[in-house]
Nanobody, 126 residues
Framework: QVQLVESGGGLVQAGGSLRLSCAASGRTLRSYPTGWFRQAPGKEREFVAAINWDGGDTDYTDSVKGRFTISRHNAKNLVYLQMNSLKPEDTAVYYC???????????????????WGQGTQVTVSS
């Protein structure tokens, strides 16, 4: 079982940037697809971005395309979410999650992810 820990959240003004990190322990992230999801108050959890095991394939929800970039540093066992041009509607708790299929494809479906972090709060002020 892998334990995931997110970091890098905080309070930022609209138009600013943050970089979230997802670190793993107990099992490597290197061979597994990883995704970022978010949940705003009173809303359902939604898919944000995902990356396959080697970084060769990425996927983004339409509202963040061109602003967010997901990447991974397999040697450091980390996955990142670089968030630029942040908007107040990006305010949410951000979660990283991993799919337990080695060398698997990305997915937008949260039920396909079997390990989740505790989340990190991102607040964007207007």
């Amino acid at each position: 079982q892998v334990q995931l820990v997110e970091s890098g959240g905080g309070l930022v003004q609209a138009g600013g940037s943050l970089r979230l990190s997802c670190a793993a322990s107990g099992r490597t992230l290197r061979s597994y697809p990883t995704g970022w999801f978010r949940q705003a108050p009173g809303k359902e959890r939604e898919f944000v971005a995902a990356i396959n095991w080697d970084g060769g394939d990425t996927d983004y929800t339409d509202s963040v395309k061109g602003r967010f970039t997901i990447s991974r540093h397999n040697a450091k066992n980390l996955v990142y979410l670089q968030m630029n041009s942040l908007k107040p509607e990006d305010t949410a708790v951000y979660y990283c999650a991993t799919i337990g299929r080695k060398y698997g494809s990305t997915s937008r479906k949260d039920y396909e992810y079997d390990s989740w972090g505790q989340g990190t709060q991102v607040t964007v002020s207007s």
